[in-house]
């Protein structure tokens, strides 16, 4: 088996699909680590890194209902590409959402993470990036 290793990204292992093939609840799954960990570097560049802070913050980043505030700062911003891919996370059958968790903002939240998935999955590290601080500057 021969292993793809890319030291220069984080994406270490290839999906063996065209991202645009790729189930949409597969990219909101990775797509959640990626922007958990997006979090938690912008948590880290931060002041203060005691960590009970930091994850007190960070909740604040990740529940379903602050990724749907995120994704309603981004769709203004989206390109038509990134509308699409969106709407194909928003409809994917993801499962019964979280017991706290609204049904509706579940859905908004699982767009998100299939978007940010989207965008790792095409190297679009830079484009992440862009959305990121129009999530922060709306904070």
């Known amino acids: 088996m021969s ?3 890319d030291a220069s990204s984080l994406m270490f292992y290839p999906p063996a699909k065209k991202t645009q093939l790729i189930n949409p609840v597969v990219l909101a799954y990775v797509g959640d680590a990626v922007f958990e960990l997006l979090v938690r570097q912008y948590l880290v560049s931060l002041p203060n890194n005691k960590s009970h802070h930091m994850h007190r913050e960070a ?3 990740v529940s379903a209902k602050a990724q749907r505030q995120l994704l309603e ?5 989206l390109t038509e590409e990134e509308a699409d891919i969106v709407r194909r996370g928003r409809n994917a059958k993801s499962g019964a959402p979280p017991k706290n968790a609204d049904p509706a903002d579940y859905r908004l939240a699982t767009a998100l993470e299939c978007l940010v998935g989207y965008l790792y999955y095409e190297g679009r590290n830079e484009r992440l990036g862009e959305l990121f601080a129009i999530g922060l500057a709306g904070k």
């Open 3 to 5: 292993e793809h290793i």
């Open 73 to 77: 700062r981004w769709q203004p911003h």
């Open 59 to 61: 909740t604040g980043f």
